[in-house]
Nanobody, 115 residues
Framework: QVQLVESGGGLVQAGGSLRLSCAAS????????MRWYRQAPGKQRELVATMTSGGSTNYADSVKGRFTISRDNAKNTVYLQMNSLKPEDTAVYYC?????????WGQGTQVTVSS
């Protein structure tokens, strides 16, 4: 059982930065994949960033060079650092944890980038 609690969403101007946090209810050291997704109104849910338990990362082409996924094992928390934000980044962002047995989702947090 893993509960995910997100924070850090909000309103930011284009070109600004925002850091999303996803706090897990237990250790994330052995969780196979931690991921961030986003979904804009009327669009498909999009995989934004992935981090494996070994520390490998991968990003959607639309955010490469601007977003960074990271983790703090001591705090049981993963982060999504978002820089050079664009209006098209506006979406609900979801934290996702993929274990051997189950997949868990956070509640989603709204990110709005104004132009």
């Amino acid at each position: 059982q893993v509960q995910l609690v997100e924070s850090g969403g909000g309103l930011v101007q284009a070109g600004g930065s925002l850091r999303l946090s996803c706090a897990a209810s237990r250790s994330i050291i052995s969780i196979n994949y931690m991921r961030w997704y986003r979904q804009a109104p009327g669009k498909q849910r999009e995989l934004v960033a992935t981090m494996t338990s070994g520390g490998s990362t991968n990003y959607a082409d639309s955010v490469k060079g601007r977003f960074t996924i990271s983790r703090d094992n001591a705090k049981n928390t993963v982060y999504l650092q978002m820089n050079s934000l664009k209006p098209e980044d506006t979406a609900v962002y979801y934290c996702n944890a993929n274990t051997v047995l189950q997949i868990y989702w956070g509640q989603g947090t709204q990110v709005t980038v104004s132009s």
